[in-house]
């Protein structure tokens, strides 16, 4: 099956700063989700984006599908932005998580 | 906005006693499946399930593990004789039409297995 790897594992910010996480796959993929998990174990829906860029508020994020990536950009981080941060992807009917990126934003 | 809703939040059980986790995905969805997360380790795919049949399941969803649509709106995970290692957050999905649409989570359910 598909694998999925996030990088970095862990980041921590100030409030204020910008950040890019990453996600890689290793084969095409017609379906990719960004997910934030909050401090209550809740899977909050990011974007979904096969391809190309969207942006809502300060997130957006950009798949290039061709090049088996996809990345999400947070600026001006707040402390609230604290979480995990999950991508997954799939070629089938199953979505396919990475390990995630433990992001702490600090005041 | 039409959401996944679950039942119940947090449910503790007995190792051996039978536990069903409740899901009611958004009306017109059609594919619905679950998932899971042990604690601190990443999302895990169960199964899909789709015109009242499984259509995909992963190595985890053994005999111990069933699904049912039992009504028009409910879905449910039964797991017959609880281990300590389900100790888990179930989360149930759904979307319109299957791969590649966007899969919509609810809030999950935490398991603790005593």
């Known amino acids: 099956g598909i694998q999925v790897e996030q990088s970095p594992p862990d980041l921590i910010l100030q409030e204020g700063a910008n950040s890019t996480l990453r996600c890689n796959f290793s084969d095409s993929v017609n379906n990719l989700q960004w997910f934030h998990q909050n401090p209550w174990g809740q899977l909050i829906n990011l974007f979904y984006?096969?391809?190309g860029t969207k942006q809502n508020g300060r997130l957006s994020a950009t798949t290039v599908a061709t090049e088996r990536y996809s990345l999400l950009y947070i600026s001006s981080s707040q402390t609230t932005d604290s979480g995990v941060y999950f991508c997954?992807?799939?070629?089938?009917?199953?979505?396919?998580f990475g390990e995630g990126t433990q992001l702490t934003v600090n005041p | 906005e039409p959401e996944v809703t679950q039942t119940p939040s947090h449910q503790v059980t007995q190792m051996g006693q039978e536990v069903i986790l409740r899901c009611v995905p958004i009306?017109?969805?059609?594919?619905f499946y679950w998932y899971r997360q042990i604690l601190g380790q990443k999302v895990e795919f169960l199964v899909s399930?789709?015109?009242?049949?499984?259509?995909?399941k992963s190595e985890i969803f053994d005999d111990q593990f069933s699904v049912e649509r039992p009504d028009g709106s409910n879905f449910t995970l039964k797991i017959r004789s609880t281990k300590l290692e389900d100790s888990a957050m179930y989360f149930c999905?759904?979307?319109?039409?299957?791969?590649?649409?966007?899969?919509?989570f609810g809030p999950g359910t935490r398991l603790t297995v005593t």
């Open positions: 984006i096969p391809s």
């Open positions: 997954a992807a799939t070629s089938g009917s199953r979505l396919t």
């Open positions: 399930f789709y015109n009242n049949e499984i259509s995909e």
């Open positions: 999905a759904s979307n319109l039409a299957g791969f590649p649409y966007e899969q919509y």
């Open positions: 009306s017109n969805h059609l594919y």
